[in-house]
């Protein structure tokens, strides 16, 4: 494959990418290996961010590498649509293990976009089947990211993603985010204050009532917007006004999910149980596009109890694609085999220390962490938000280092096989593009 510059840029419209700029200075990625990318000039650059959020186990992990190339050579594609094959079915039973046997059932999509509209449809078709057809309004939160695709930009709350797309799902209500500086700054873990914030869900129910809500969609911990850690309590409160109510909570651990907060999901993290689980990226180890919809046993049930047919009218072509499950089977494995959730928790602590140990620098308002997750937020250059991070972001990769910035914060999340050096080296670096920020 092509390692060298690409003899023309312009025809690929790169997604949520500042085309112009990217193409005048291009940033270019030609192979990985484990904590590394290496760049078109031969430059090792530090994975920071686990591609994005997405390759816990390291880049080119041996026994994932070989699971797609084999699986590739024996079963290129085959449809799950009245078909099967015997991977599909495989991982299916060790992703429920995997979860600890909380979910009965796992639907298969291509990505966290698909996995989210999934759920949404899920859960309005779960009601439905139920006879509780006037459950269709569906609440996500501000700052949310639920993804691309019309009932995930619907739910979500991030104003610059949904602004040109309207009109959005009808029938869509948002809690107001858990992010407060003035309270909360330089946490490590839950923050103290905000609980009181799941309250909100209660006036969305005097105002709409309960039976014509379906569903809560939140971000365990909100990834991309800058790594909103949900205060101590706040996911608990949720789950319990909306099993009060009759409400499905879905949790979107697209980010959270494999590992992020070494544990197997964030639910477990915060020991709160969704009735919808969404993941992709780590299922994977970004290896094959995949997602996942994990879903609560009694809902699946209630859509085998129609006459006999297709049960649920929704699927893709590549649900279950043959690569893909062989790769997630692998990630699977190789969590196991290195036991990649306790080294991620033995990890936790001096990652946090070095994290905080930024406390000071110039333009540094918070600090905050969970997790193999670091929030960094600067203080903006007056009138140009996001500027100054994004100066931070390309210091940082002529540096040697992979960070991810959105807004004016970075937000940092290593793959999980990350050792203190790693660590060393990222904080090492960032501290110099941190002091020479404009
Ligand atoms: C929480 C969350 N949900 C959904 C998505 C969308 O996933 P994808 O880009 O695979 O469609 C993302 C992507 O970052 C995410 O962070």
Request: hydrophobic share 40%; charged share 20%.
């Amino acid at each position: 494959m092509n390692q060298s510059r690409p003899a023309s840029m312009s025809s690929f419209w790169m997604p949520f990418t500042n085309n112009r700029d990217f193409k005048a200075n291009p940033r270019l990625l030609v192979s990985a290996e484990g904590m590394y990318y290496k760049d078109v000039d031969g430059n090792s650059v530090l994975d920071g961010t686990a591609g994005l959020w997405c390759v816990p186990c390291g880049h080119a992990q041996p026994k994932i590498v070989s699971a797609v190339r084999e699986m590739v050579g024996q079963l290129d594609f085959a449809p799950t649509f009245q078909m099967g094959h015997p991977a599909a079915f495989d991982l299916a039973e060790q992703l429920m293990e995997y979860a600890g046997h909380k979910f009965g059932h796992v639907f298969y999509t291509n990505s966290g976009s698909e996995a989210v509209d999934t759920a949404l449809k899920m859960a309005l078709a779960y009601h439905r089947a139920r006879g509780e057809g006037t459950r269709t309004r569906l609440i996500g939160r501000e700052r949310g990211y639920h993804g691309v695709g019309f009932g995930g930009l619907s739910v979500g709350g991030i104003g610059g993603n949904r602004k040109s797309f309207g009109p959005l799902l009808p029938g869509v209500d948002h809690l107001p985010h858990t992010h407060d500086l003035d309270k909360n700054a330089y946490t490590r873990g839950e923050p103290e204050y905000g609980t009181h914030l799941a309250d909100e869900l209660e006036r969305l129910v005097t105002l709409h009532d309960a039976s014509n809500i379906a569903a809560v969609i939140v971000e365990p911990v909100a990834g991309s917007t800058g790594v909103l850690i949900p205060p101590k309590g706040y996911l608990k409160r949720l789950r319990e006004l909306c099993t009060k109510h009759g409400i499905l909570l879905i949790f979107d651990e697209v980010i959270t999910g494999f590992g992020r907060l070494a544990t197997p999901f964030a639910a477990d993290y915060f020991d709160v149980e969704p009735d919808l689980m969404t993941t992709a990226k780590g299922l994977t180890n970004g290896v094959i596009p995949m997602g996942a919809v994990f879903s609560k046993k009694h809902i699946h049930d209630a859509f085998m109890e129609a006459p006999a047919g297709i049960e649920l009218f929704h699927g893709y072509t590549y649900s279950g694609h043959p690569v893909a499950c062989a790769a997630a089977i692998a990630t699977l494995e190789v969590f196991k085999e290195q036991n990649i959730l306790a080294h991620a928790q033995e990890m936790q602590g001096y990652w946090e220390d070095a994290v905080h140990s930024l406390k000071g620098m110039p333009y540094v308002t918070d600090l905050r962490t969970i997790g193999l997750i670091a929030g960094i937020e600067l203080e903006s250059i007056p009138g140009k938000p996001g500027v100054r991070a994004f100066g931070a972001f390309k210091k940082a990769f002529a540096d040697g280092v992979l960070i991810r910035t959105t807004g004016d914060i970075i937000a940092l999340s290593p793959p999980l096989v990350l050792e203190k050096k790693h660590i060393d080296e990222l904080f090492g670096k960032l501290a110099t593009v941190l002091t020479h920020l404009d």
